[in-house]
Nanobody
């Protein structure tokens, strides 16, 4: 059974840092892309960053470029999102996701929440001003 569990969220002041973790089980993370989304109440899920399967390709939304870093430890079956220089507008619930099928290992359409099949339950990040 595919399962994703996020952790690492919390309350941080603007300018601070957090590292989110996404622990995967039921599948081998090294065979799949992993992506991070975030969502604030009343809005849809916003793609943040993606890590492709095994070629080192990473993608970042404009809001994350230069501040967030996605990584993975395939030995621990865990992905990470290092978030630096946090801003109040980064406040959201953060989710990790993966998918099956032909695009399972790629970041194709990574910003499209409908393109991802398996989701964690999320972790809340709150950035105070």
């Amino acid at each position: 059974q595919v399962q994703l569990v996020e952790s690492g969220g919390g309350l941080v002041q603007a300018g601070g840092s957090l590292r989110l973790s996404c622990a995967a089980s039921g599948f081998a993370l090294d065979r799949y892309a992993i992506t991070w989304f975030r969502q604030v109440p009343g809005k849809g899920r916003e793609g943040v960053s993606c890590s492709a399967r095994d070629d080192g390709i990473t993608q970042y939304a404009n809001s994350a470029k230069g501040r967030f870093t996605i990584s993975r430890d395939n030995g621990r079956n865990t992905a990470y999102l290092q978030m630096d220089s946090l801003k109040p507008e980064d406040t959201a619930v953060y989710y990790c996701a993966t998918r099956y099928g032909m695009e399972a290992g790629t970041c194709h359409e990574y910003l499209n929440a409908n393109a991802w099949d398996y989701w964690g339950k999320g972790t809340l990040v709150t950035v105070s001003s």
